[in-house]
């Protein structure tokens, strides 16, 4: 059974940086794509970025690309958000998620198409 384990979040001013990470556990992830979505008080869970487990190729949400990067680091079974130049609207709950997406197909945007999810970590951006 696939666990994955959110940590990292907490407050942080505009402007600032915050890494979050990901603990994945349960399987071996080599078909895996594994993404970070978020989820602000009132609104639909989003996509943030995602990044193919086996090859380290990466998709970001256009919103946030130049500010978000997403990593992983395979011997530590380890994905990870590092987010720079924060903003208030950044402020939502971020989670972690896996998907066994083939090699070629379109990056999956949509969080129907996650399979495992993490419990979620707060991001509190103030200004």
């Known amino acids: 059974q696939v666990q994955l384990v959110e940590s990292g979040g907490g407050s942080v001013q505009a402007g600032g940086s915050l890494r979050l990470s990901c603990a994945a556990s349960?399987?071996?992830?080599?078909?895996?794509?594994m993404g970070w979505f978020r989820q602000a008080p009132g609104k639909e869970r989003e996509f943030v970025a995602v990044i193919r487990w086996n090859f380290g190729n990466t998709y970001y949400a256009d919103s946030l690309k130049g500010r978000f990067t997403i990593s992983r680091d395979t011997a530590k079974n380890a994905v990870y958000l590092q987010m720079n130049s924060v903003k208030p609207e950044d402020t939502a709950v971020y989670y972690c998620?896996?998907?066994?997406?083939?090699?070629?197909?379109?990056?999956?945007?949509?969080?129907?198409?996650?399979?495992?999810w993490g419990q979620g970590t707060q991001v509190t951006v103030s200004s």
């Open positions: 349960g399987r071996t992830f080599s078909n895996y794509v």
């Open positions: 998620a896996a998907s066994r997406v083939p090699y070629g197909s379109r990056w999956p945007i949509n969080d129907k198409e996650y399979d495992d």
